[in-house]
């Protein structure tokens, strides 16, 4: 009976045909689930809405009060323009405008990552690889690809120094996280120069000034970019009231560690809290993850440092959720690549970690595709079929809440009304104020507009004592992943 291996290569051995038959695989699998099951939910139509309907200067403006910086809206308001060009519906061109990212993104990590094919096999069917950033149509694909090439190119950093300070400023206009990685990435590279054995030396290294430089610059033009400028006080809300607080730390603790690589073993930490067996599990994690990068200390520091600024981040401004602690998911993988530049040869027990880590984001990935064919995402596109089939243009819809309504406004191709101003509009603003208009107040707007009728949406269904003529019409509260539910009603004049 042959012996079980004592060591296991992390090099990789696989041919390029075989990357890009992976590459064709994955991308054609998540083209199939994007056009085929996904009904888009408010989060990615807000982005689109903003960039079709402002102009540049008005929406880099207001990048503030999304807390995003510029990159991935100016890249949907390119789109915008191409969708009108070639007469692609609104919601084909955003998916395609995601989809032509998430595939470059995955490509650069099957083609030019180091880890063994079956590493990257399993990491791609995995929950934040496959389903989180690959079919919902965000602008974290960009961290994706972005910090991805960064890590990809760093061994020829002396080679390239622009192209990595380019990247890197680039990386800082993603995300918030971006600029995290951006420090992380800048802090290995002084790690792998020496600086603390000759900190003056490697501070004067052309290749340190110029990457640096970048980093800086993206940095700045990010705080620049999302800095809030007006309306603190509803700005202020959207951030933790309790920094560093003991719940705080808690959840921020949890949630990038058990929530994050034992995804699906404990209940959502955004939703239910903080336990002692979340608690538990992460430290578990956090001891299991340093003792895998052990043998390269560089590697070891450099995600310690990442996930010490990001939990940092998490307990003291914004506590974030699932699609923001995979961030630091992404962060770990890149960190095997950077791990993987030293061909290490990893221990049955280092193996398990890396094999138990990647086990649970298939088994959270396969959850969540079933559901994505089972249930619809939103109701949204259902409500907004129904209005283009039976809604007249000429007939106004009202809605009571803006947030709720911006992702039937994208799917119905036409603007809302918002009261009590009596304007139409596409996108909403954070944290908004709900205004519930009387129904005295809905027959004057339809008295203005000079029509018979006019047709309201609402996410919850209107109480009758306020609304007594008020007739509901249609329901679109089935069960969805988002809980986004619609219910159009009718008020004649």
Request: proline share 4%.
């Amino acid at each position: 009976m042959p012996a079980l291996p004592t060591r296991f290569s992390l090099a990789d051995p696989s041919n390029l045909t075989a990357k890009i038959s992976l590459w064709a695989a994955i991308s054609l699998a998540i083209l199939l689930v994007k056009f085929g099951f996904h009904e888009m939910w408010k989060d990615e139509w807000q982005a689109w809405l903003m960039a079709r309907d402002m102009g540049w200067g008005e929406l880099t403006a207001s990048l503030y009060y999304e807390g995003h910086p510029a990159l991935w809206y100016s890249y949907l308001k390119i789109w915008t323009g191409i969708s009108g060009i070639l007469n692609l519906a609104e919601d084909v061109a955003l998916q395609l405008a995601h989809t032509l990212v998430i595939i470059a993104a995955l490509g650069v990590f099957i083609v030019k990552f180091r880890l063994p094919l079956w590493v990257k096999i399993l990491l791609l069917l995995g929950y934040f690889f496959f389903f989180e950033y690959g079919i919902v149509n965000r602008g974290y694909a960009l961290v994706m690809l972005l910090a991805f090439s960064v890590a990809a190119s760093l061994e020829a950093v002396d080679r390239k120094p622009f192209k990595l300070a380019a990247l890197l400023f680039l990386l800082c206009q993603t995300e918030v996280f971006g600029v995290l990685m951006g420090g992380a990435f800048f802090f290995y590279l002084l790690l792998e120069k020496g600086f603390f054995k000759t900190p003056i030396e490697v501070i004067k290294q052309a290749t340190v000034l110029k990457l640096g430089a970048g980093l800086l610059l993206g940095i700045l033009v990010f705080v620049l970019s999302v800095f809030p400028r007006g309306e603190k006080e509803a700005l202020s809300q959207a951030y933790t009231s309790a920094p560093f607080s003991a719940a705080n730390l808690g959840e921020a603790f949890q949630g990038q560690l058990a929530n994050t690589y034992l995804i699906g073993l404990i209940p959502d930490t955004n939703v239910f809290g903080v336990t002692a067996l979340g608690i538990g599990l992460s430290f578990i994690v956090l001891f299991a993850i340093s003792y895998l990068f052990w043998q390269e200390k560089k590697v070891l520091l450099t995600w310690l440092l990442f996930t010490l600024v990001y939990f940092l981040f998490g307990a003291g401004i914004y506590p974030g959720g699932v699609r923001q602690w995979g961030m630091g998911f992404l962060f770990f993988v890149i960190c095997l690549q950077l791990w993987a530049f030293k061909k290490p040869q990893i221990n049955p027990a280092k193996m398990a970690i890396l094999l138990a880590i990647i086990a649970f984001q298939a088994y959270y990935n396969g959850l969540a595709l079933s559901k994505e064919f089972q249930f619809p995402f939103s109701q949204a596109k259902s409500a907004a079929q129904f209005i283009q089939q039976n809604v007249p243009e000429n007939v106004p819809i009202v809605a009571i809440n803006k947030f709720a309504a911006a992702p039937v406004i994208g799917y119905a191709g036409r603007k809302f009304y918002e009261m009590p101003e009596g304007v139409e509009f596409s996108y909403f603003k954070w944290l908004q104020k709900i205004y519930l208009p009387t129904e005295a107040e809905l027959r004057l707007f339809a008295k203005f507009k000079n029509v018979g009728g006019i047709i309201i949406i609402s996410d919850k269904q209107l109480p009758s004592q306020r609304y007594p003529t008020v007739q509901l019409w249609e329901s679109f509260d089935g069960f969805n992943l988002k809980n986004e539910n619609y219910y159009l009603y009718a008020l004649k004049r």
